[in-house]
């Protein structure tokens, strides 16, 4: 509402003088400002603040009328009186310059913009030259002790009891007097005309004001007791005034009157403000609310601040400032709810935590519209008199502080309370809630492009701009726009602000015409014909309506009240503008879709359509009068009528589901009658024409019923004109804002359904509920409160002086720097609990399933439990019928139930949770609801509080299942915590894991860890790994131990129960991986959490380490790790490399143009520098390929080419940068080859295309020049893309070669030999037979390895021929398995085996298979870059892959030959 801004600035008094001012007295207008001193009275500029003229009192006629105690304005600023301590009345006439004599005027340099348009027009603001002339003093013969300016008399009342009636010239009608003790008082008006009530012998009033629309005086009396007198006709005499009194107060202090709420604030000695109204019908005071600080908020001051000094209304009437004998400010809405107060927090402390001395303020008032505070405070604000100066040491220049106020715009234009934006004004400056001006632009920009049938009119459309507003809520930073200078010279103060729908247009409107600004352009528009700008003054206010902006504003030259519309995009000139003539003045203004209401000084309501008319080169708006309402019969005063509003908001038994599109009518009108809410609906009792029986422009409006009254302590209203199908509980609801009381919502019920409503329930329910911060807009499909609130900075060390003689402490020390802040709150959980506590939680679970999309709503599940539990544990009295199991209920409606409760129990002290859980259930059943939904994060949290409420044993079976459901699951950085958690149970420490994070960390250690910074040499022969590296021996006896760090720890606290209680279950998940053939997820589970695989396999070598199905473990591998069945080309058998002329030039050429590096770091199965020769014979293997493979290849060949292949890089498009994972000039050549001859590039998908590197350009000139020395046809680039397409990830085979060497390190050669066939590398299998004739391999495993070959060479046989020619390449190592010992062979070791422990999932389709197109042939994720691959076995999170160091490819490359 009202909020403070910047620091507090003070103007000092340009004449020294001995007296310092105790009483500052604004004018009617507040343009001119009284300051009154003992013997001297000066006149104030407001703007620029200057002092126009100071009358000092003669030595001889100060002591005749005695020194100056209280000054009063006329209202027409004409004159002023002021009261003397001797009884005297001094009236002074304030006499103007002429029009063109000016005290002050600004000087601009020559060649400025600024010039004058017209000859004596005055352009900026200057200070008009003023002087005082005193007529003659009035004697009223005692003291006063107040003054009250009424329109054409002056009220004075002295402290002999009697009440003067004065005329303002002074001598005309003499004067007339009431003795206060021939008044009736009474507590009533119906029971006054008895005679005196009340004794009022020796009582005098000590403070009077005048309550226009109350038509009468509330007043103070010398002994504290309040009252309140009227007048029964307009003389003032004795018979004709009456008097009401308030019982049971007798502290009352000072009083000041409210009068567009028809409110008296008094003033007591116990601090507190007593707001009373006057009963209608009775006439009574009666007590509305009170203003006072709480014990919760301010518990140093409330109770010692002293009797109310004070009390100021604002301008606008809607908030009230407060102080205090003992200092202070503070402010409040009318109703209530508490704005600032300068007595506590960064106003009342220090930085250092010294408590500074209150602002102790003598006087203050409001200036302009509010944007000031003029406040004159006791301290020493005197000035240092110059060095110079110092004969007269008594002379002082007194100062004025002004305080700076920014405020809402609904306080004077509430029409801006249906839009969804928040909107302030300072003097100079817009504050504005709203997003990207350029989004919102793109929208409107689009809209406008549309037909000319529908260019602007439409505003945008609700969920784009519902959407928009969801995003403004994360940041609290306002958009601050300066009012432009040359309309504020002219123009200030501004009255009115209005926003338009979407938040990017405002309009102004100052003293005199109107300017608006669009954050799309960042442009001011202003008229370009001043004196169009001068001769209309905006009344009733200014909205916006789609482009155009809609004005009530009085013209001067034709002296008429008008309705006018500009067009946003024209020029601002009357030529673009829609007028219409109104009747009367107008009040206020608002719009609601294309209905115009206003509220005009008759008391009439008129509504006029709007249309727009595109008649010319600019759309116009055509207006046209639907309905005039008399409402003089319901309202007193037209001033009461704080805000009127058009809306679809209805009672009648018309709202159901099945009735939408009356919610597009306008069917109430709903007016703020002085805080009273009153809504008037069409009266449908009458015959009903169907509408399409009507001809449209015969269409007679239904008249409206009297008027109902919704609510009391209304400050503001928000209704929405949009309308949302899934949200209809909110979009048709009222919203209401009511001071103290908080909030109210006026919500609509509906039946579930389409049921028949129970004739019982209500179609409507006003529920209130309170909210902390003050509501200045509410977004309705959002379900969210926005708003603002004061914040303040200390600045102790700024400009902190003192001397000797004279300290003085600066302004920007003595108060903190203010800013606004943003502020949004969530409402929706008051409303569900309303409903819930009425037993209406159907209509409860209606609102909540249509709001269950919101990014907030878990949390307001979670705020609903807490208040409900907090409330309902700690209260001391029992409850008869508690809420909390109702809620329990409600939320379990909802899926996230489970996070609800433990989220609230984690933020809820430990001794509430008995009492939520016997609400909500047992927290074990919860905690296994979890592991059912495989919610283990939620069961962590579950975990926690069983700790707490439980015995060890119970945490410790619960964390158990937890930990093992997490391995299964893959959740490492649960499994971590819990390990933790364990061994804190166990070691007996009060530790409780941390709440688990919804991310996983990267794992500090682990088995790469490991790997990568062992040395592991690629050029190791067989015989010195058998000597040195492999020892059975020696692999046996190592520590297995699976944590990290294992041996270590293992040896230090192989003792410890509860280690070993881990590891147990560490070594069980580990066995179950390696029985279902899970090599990925164990290599994870090793990395992870630090398990020593090598350790625990040399135990298991000869367990669960072996291999039992060779053809299921290989076809698992393939799967897990996304490894591509190797396939033959359909032309091999007429393949140029089946004769050795191409192969050899092929070979040679490649092998001449690539470095030792590159083949190295190469991804096909390319063994080191040394084994080239392998490579040539797998080469040269293809072309010896028996007949029947060639047999079945030339049936099967089509197809397995068609399954494998898939086109990565279309026909003529630019290669970039493609580097692939094989040597660098293959893949190079081959993609550019296909490109150049205008073939599609078909490479196997398996193989990672995308996979770029840095391409240095070097590296391509190489390329260039082979290409001269490259010729190769059609097949062979075939035959060298179905390579590439037998590849898997490059990530695979980097984990693969590291499994590869954990196997090779345990000694378990059967995986070894499994993961060499997968990556085809017959240096693995001949480094393993190699082993197997050492005597100490087991004759099983010899037997093992030598069935698993010829089974898996019967299955490539009849399944997978891709497998045959790597199978012929290391026939001489099959022959030397055959070659042991019969007698260590059984028969059975050469059949497949038949009985496996593996459960073998389904088998792939076979390769031939054109059905396996789909499973083999399928894109793989694309990788990181190949050298940066890290951390082999993990999908590692981008982030993590950065922190790893880069390594080499051929690191990993655990090929031993």
């Given at each position: ?259 567009k709420y028809r409110l008296m604030a008094f003033g007591c000695a116990s601090g507190s403000v007593l707001v009373y109204m006057i009963d209608s019908s009775t006439g009574s005071m009666q007590l509305s609310h009170k203003l006072e600080l709480t014990p919760k908020h301010y518990p140093d001051i409330w109770n010692k601040t002293g009797p109310v000094k004070m009390i100021r209304w604002s301008p606008d009437c809607s908030v009230a400032m407060v102080t205090w004998d003992c200092g202070g400010l503070s402010l409040w809405s009318v109703f209530g709810a508490h704005l600032i107060c300068t007595l506590g927090e960064d106003f009342a402390y220090r930085s250092d935590g010294t408590k500074k001395d209150p602002l102790k303020i003598i006087s203050m008032n409001w200036g302009v519209e509010g944007y000031h505070l003029w406040v004159i405070d006791s301290t020493d604000t005197a000035a240092v008199v110059p060095d110079g100066e110092e004969d007269d040491s008594k002379l002082q220049q007194s100062g004025i502080l002004q305080f700076h106020f920014i405020k809402s715009a609904l306080t004077v234009n509430p029409c801006t309370s249906n839009q969804e934006q928040v909107l302030l004004h300072g003097e100079d400056r817009l504050y504005l809630t709203c997003g990207d001006p350029t989004q ?598 190592m520590p297995s131990g699976p944590s990290s760090k294992g041996s270590d720890r293992w040896c230090k606290e192989s003792d410890s129960a509860e280690n070993l209680y881990i590891d147990m279950m560490l070594w069980r998940h580990a066995r179950h991986l390696l029985e279902q053939v899970r090599l990925r997820d164990l290599g994870c589970f090793s990395a992870q959490l630090g398990f020593e695989l090598i350790g625990w396999l040399c135990r298991e070598r000869t367990r669960v380490a072996r291999v039992d199905n060779f053809v299921t473990a290989l076809k698992c591998l393939h799967k897990d790790f996304l490894w591509p069945f190797p396939v033959i080309p359909a032309c091999a058998i007429s393949s140029p490399l089946k004769n050795g002329r191409c192969r050899q030039v092929l070979s040679s050429r490649l092998l001449k143009s690539q470095s030792a590096d590159s083949l190295l770091n190469s991804d096909m199965d390319t063994t080191p520098p040394q084994a080239t020769t392998a490579n040539h014979s797998w080469i040269d293997g293809l072309g010896a390929v028996p007949r029947e493979l060639d047999f079945d290849s030339s049936h099967g060949g089509p197809r397995t080419q068609e399954a494998f292949l898939s086109p990565l890089i279309n026909k003529g498009e630019k290669v970039e940068s ?240």
């Amino acid at each position: 509402m009202y909020f403070l801004s910047g620091w507090p600035k003070r103007v000092l008094c340009p004449l020294r003088s001995g007296e310092r001012p105790f009483l500052i007295e604004p004018s009617t207008q507040r343009f001119y400002l009284a300051l009154l001193s003992e013997t001297q009275i000066s006149i104030w500029f407001s703007r620029p603040s200057v002092l126009i003229v100071s009358y000092i009192e003669s030595g001889k006629a100060a002591t005749q009328f005695g020194f100056y105690q209280q000054a009063e304005w006329k209202p027409d600023d004409s004159m002023i009186a002021v009261a003397a301590a001797n009884g005297y009345v001094l009236l002074f006439d304030i006499i103007g310059g002429s029009d063109d004599k000016y005290l002050y005027e600004p000087i601009y340099p020559k060649g400025s913009v600024r010039v004058k348009v017209t000859q004596g027009y005055k352009e900026e603001q200057c200070a008009p030259a003023l002087t005082l002339e005193m007529k003659k003093p009035v004697d009223l013969e005692a003291p006063i002790s107040c003054l009250q300016t009424l329109q054409e008399d002056l009220l004075v009342a002295t402290a002999d009891g009697y009440l003067h009636m004065l005329h303002w010239d002074g001598v005309s009608n003499g004067q007339r007097a009431v003795n206060l003790c021939t008044i009736p008082f009474s507590l009533d008006l119906q029971s006054s005309r008895g005679g005196p009530c009340l004794d009022l012998e020796g009582v005098h009033i000590q403070d009077i004001e005048y309550c226009a629309t109350l038509d009468g005086f509330a007043v103070v009396f010398d002994d504290g007791r309040l009252g309140f007198i009227t007048p029964t006709a307009n003389r003032l005499s004795t018979d004709q005034l009456q008097g009401v009194w308030a019982a049971d107060v007798s502290d009352g202090t000072c009083v000041a009157v409210n009068n567009k709420y028809r409110l008296m604030a008094f003033g007591c000695a116990s601090g507190s403000v007593l707001v009373y109204m006057i009963d209608s019908s009775t006439g009574s005071m009666q007590l509305s609310h009170k203003l006072e600080l709480t014990p919760k908020h301010y518990p140093d001051i409330w109770n010692k601040t002293g009797p109310v000094k004070m009390i100021r209304w604002s301008p606008d009437c809607s908030v009230a400032m407060v102080t205090w004998d003992c200092g202070g400010l503070s402010l409040w809405s009318v109703f209530g709810a508490h704005l600032i107060c300068t007595l506590g927090e960064d106003f009342a402390y220090r930085s250092d935590g010294t408590k500074k001395d209150p602002l102790k303020i003598i006087s203050m008032n409001w200036g302009v519209e509010g944007y000031h505070l003029w406040v004159i405070d006791s301290t020493d604000t005197a000035a240092v008199v110059p060095d110079g100066e110092e004969d007269d040491s008594k002379l002082q220049q007194s100062g004025i502080l002004q305080f700076h106020f920014i405020k809402s715009a609904l306080t004077v234009n509430p029409c801006t309370s249906n839009q969804e934006q928040v909107l302030l004004h300072g003097e100079d400056r817009l504050y504005l809630t709203c997003g990207d001006p350029t989004q919102a632009h793109s929208v409107f920009d689009k809209s406008s492009s549309r037909d000319s049938s529908s260019p602007l009119h439409r505003p945008p459309t609700p969920a784009l701009l519902s959407q928009g507003l969801s995003t403004l809520l994360g940041h609290k930073h306002w958009q601050v726009v300066q009012i432009h200078s040359t309309y504020l010279e002219t123009n200030w103060p501004i009255k009115f602000a209005a926003i338009d729908w979407s938040g990017q247009c405002v309009a102004v409107a100052g003293r005199r015409g109107f300017a608006h600004y669009s954050l799309y352009s960042r442009k001011w528009k202003l008229f370009g014909n001043v004196t169009q700008e001068q001769n209309m003054t905006v009344t009733g206010g200014l909205a916006w309506w789609n482009d155009f902006i809609v004005v009530a504003c009085y013209n001067f030259i034709d002296r008429q009240e008008e309705m006018r519309f500009y067009l946003r995009s024209s020029n601002l000139d009357n030529a673009f503008a829609s007028v219409t003539k109104l009747h009367a003045d107008t009040l206020l203004l608002n719009v609601f879709r294309n209905v115009v209401i206003l509220f005009r000084a008759d008391c009439s309501i008129c509504l006029y359509s709007i249309e727009r008319k595109q008649d010319g080169p600019n759309p116009s708006a055509s207006v046209e009068l639907l309905q005039e309402v008399s409402m003089s019969r319901y309202i007193p005063h037209p001033g009461l009528v704080v805000s009127v509003t058009l809306t679809s908001v209805r009672t009648e038994t018309g709202i159901t589901l099945k009735a939408p599109q009356q919610a597009c009518s306008a069917e109430s009108i709903l007016l703020n009658l002085a805080g009273q809410l009153i809504m008037l609906q069409r009266d449908r009792s009458g015959p009903q024409v169907r509408e399409k029986d009507t001809p449209a422009n015969q269409t007679k409006l239904l008249p409206f019923c009297p008027p109902v009254v919704l609510a009391q302590c209304v400050e503001n209203v928000w209704t929405t004109c949009r309308s949302n199908r899934k949200k209809r509980h909110l979009m048709e609801a009222l919203w209401l804002s009511c001071g103290e009381a908080g909030m109210k919502v006026w919500l609509p019920l509906f039946p579930r359904d389409h049921r028949k409503t129970h004739s019982f329930l209500s179609r409507r329910i006003m529920l209130p509920f309170h909210i902390n911060i003050y509501p200045l807009t509410v977004l309705f499909e959002d379900a969210l409160i926005l708003g603002a609130s004061n914040e303040t900075m200390l600045f102790d060390g700024l400009g902190t002086h003192s001397s000797s003689s004279n300290s003085l402490e600066s302004l920007e020390s003595q108060f903190p720097f203010c800013t606004v802040e943003r502020t949004s709150q969530i409402y929706l959980h008051h409303i569900l609990r309303q409903l819930l506590v009425r037993n209406l939680g159907e209509q409860a679970l209606m609102l909540a399933q249509s709001c269950a999309s919101l990014p907030y709503f878990p949390h307001v599940l979670e705020l609903m439990v807490h208040v409900v539990l907090e409330e309902e544990a700690t209260s001391r009295e029992p409850i008869p019928d508690p809420l909390l199991p109702t809620v329990a209920k409600f939320v379990t409606e909802f899926p996230l139930f489970l996070q609800t409760i433990v989220h609230c129990a984690r933020k809820t002290e430990y001794a509430l949770w008995n009492y939520l859980f016997a609400a909500v259930g047992n927290p074990k059943d919860l905690f296994e609801e979890c592991l059912m939904a495989q919610d283990l994060d939620t069961a962590a949290s579950y975990l926690i509080i069983l700790q707490n409420m439980e015995v060890p044993a119970v945490s410790r079976q619960h964390a158990t299942l937890l930990f093992n459901t997490a391995l299964e699951q893959g959740k490492w950085d649960l499994c971590r915590h819990m390990i933790r958690f364990l061994k804190a149970i166990g070691s007996g420490e009060a530790e409780t894991p941390p709440s688990t994070p919804t991310t996983q960390e990267p794992s500090s250690t682990g088995g790469f860890e490991f790997f990568r910074n062992r040395s592991i040499s690629l050029s190791q022969s067989a015989d010195s790994i058998a000597a040195g590296k492999f020892n059975l021996q020696k692999t046996l006896s190592m520590p297995s131990g699976p944590s990290s760090k294992g041996s270590d720890r293992w040896c230090k606290e192989s003792d410890s129960a509860e280690n070993l209680y881990i590891d147990m279950m560490l070594w069980r998940h580990a066995r179950h991986l390696l029985e279902q053939v899970r090599l990925r997820d164990l290599g994870c589970f090793s990395a992870q959490l630090g398990f020593e695989l090598i350790g625990w396999l040399c135990r298991e070598r000869t367990r669960v380490a072996r291999v039992d199905n060779f053809v299921t473990a290989l076809k698992c591998l393939h799967k897990d790790f996304l490894w591509p069945f190797p396939v033959i080309p359909a032309c091999a058998i007429s393949s140029p490399l089946k004769n050795g002329r191409c192969r050899q030039v092929l070979s040679s050429r490649l092998l001449k143009s690539q470095s030792a590096d590159s083949l190295l770091n190469s991804d096909m199965d390319t063994t080191p520098p040394q084994a080239t020769t392998a490579n040539h014979s797998w080469i040269d293997g293809l072309g010896a390929v028996p007949r029947e493979l060639d047999f079945d290849s030339s049936h099967g060949g089509p197809r397995t080419q068609e399954a494998f292949l898939s086109p990565l890089i279309n026909k003529g498009e630019k290669v970039e940068s493609v580097c692939l994972s094989v040597s660098l000039s293959i893949s190079c050549a081959f993609l550019f080859l296909s490109v150049l001859s205008g073939e599609e590039c078909s490479i196997g998908s398996a193989t990672d295309l995308t996979e770029t590197s840095s391409m240095v350009d070097g590296d391509w000139t190489m390329v260039d020049e082979n290409f001269s020395t490259l010729s190769l046809s059609q097949s062979e680039l075939e035959h060298i893309s179905m390579e590439l397409a037998n590849k898997g990830p490059h990530k695979s085979q980097v984990q693969l070669r590291y499994l590869l060497h954990v196997f090779m390190e345990a000694g378990c050669l059967e995986w070894c030999v499994v993961i060499g066939l997968i990556l085809r590398d017959a240096s693995v299998i001949k480094q393993v037979v190699g082993f197997l004739d050492s005597p100490e391999v087991p004759s099983e495993t010899v037997q093992s390895i030598r069935a698993g070959l010829i089974a898996v060479d019967l299955w490539a046989s009849a399944d997978c021929l891709g497998y045959k020619p790597f199978l012929n390449l290391i026939r001489p190592q099959l022959l030397k398995l055959m070659e042991v010992p019969v007698e260590q062979v059984q028969p059975e070791a050469f059949q497949p085996t038949g009985a496996s422990k593996l459960s073998e999932p389904p088998l792939l389709p076979r390769a031939e298979d054109p059905r396996g197109a789909v499973v083999s042939g399928h894109p793989l994720p694309l990788e990181g870059s190949p050298g940066a691959n890290a951390r082999p076995l993990e999908d590692m999170p981008e982030e993590e892959e950065e922190e790893e160091e880069t390594l080499e490819e051929g690191s990993y490359d655990c090929t031993l030959s």
